[in-house]
């Protein structure tokens, strides 16, 4: 990672810090926090996560973003979680804004109308690829005037379908970087696994995980975002998952293999939930471009976690169809979007204790 100075180290700490606090007392983020930061060089996760964007991605890169997981598999394969879908929108904004980067979005085909209208919340303009392209080459197309676009598209449940698709998408995209925000990753047997050890339908998840694997096999740079040890990326604290978490090294299902999932992310960041994870991202991303937009705004939370509930989205916890994640509130969590806003803020212009105006008296005495 690159030094940066030290009102970014320390607005940096402070983002992890707030972006950790387990706030629904589900005992699980300390353990993961402390692991990935001890695997990753005891570094700040969500500024070691944008390091990385920043150092791989170019402008009019493709930057893939891997969402989406059905909860309840086995009643429908369009029931999906905002933890997720929300936090990709808001960060395919940010990989735009940020880095001037193509967001590809993967998720499964019954997910696909939930995350086009969480990116339209988001402000993104959906598209498709080759509507994208065919844009970009118009004789007509006018410099300057943005077009921040959002493409996404469904990945294929069949194994040996997954593989030819990862390998054809990697070839038509090159893309400079794999995000996985909430996804259950398979574990060495193939089995994919809920948090507490249960196992989901194996048959109705796009096999997303061979994409990672082919793309890291390639030279592609992976970050996965996890809240719960069992998501695709997390196998890179594989140890100390199977050693700390209940259901780590043995699951409650027949496979017996636990919850960890086989693949190891380059970068992983852990946070109290994925898109909390995905927010300090964009918001070390904001710090280190200089440039407040990168952050989305409280505003824009309520209207993508609206917007997700609104196409069917429900609470990972409550089951609810409602905007909140994880069993927090959508009005707690656009309060943590406001407090990243005012640390990036901070950072750029430390508040001051004393403005030189101000008349003696009213002065704060400091020692
Ligand atoms: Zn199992």
Redesign the pocket.
Known sequence: MSDYPERVLLAAEAIDRLLTVDLTGRGLINILYAAARRKQGDRPLCLLAADRLLDVVKPTDAVVIATGLPIRGWFSPAIAETDGPAGAATLARAVYAGLGAVPEIVCEEAMVPLLRAACRAAGLVVTTHAEWQAGLASPHAVPGRDIPPAIIRGFPTDLGEAQREARRLLEELRPAALISVERQGA?E?G?Y?YGK?E?NVTSAMAKIDVLFEEGQRAGVSTIAVGDGGNELGMGLIREEIRDALPFGAR?????????VPAFAADVVVAATTCNWGVWGIEACLALLTNRREVLHTPESERNVLRACASAGATDGITGFVEPGIDGISGRVCTYVVEMLEYMVNAAWTPPALVHKDTPRRWQRTTV
Do not use: E, K, L
């Open positions: 574990n047997r089995v696994h050890g196992a699951c409650i299902c027949p496979c017996g293999g636990g919850i």
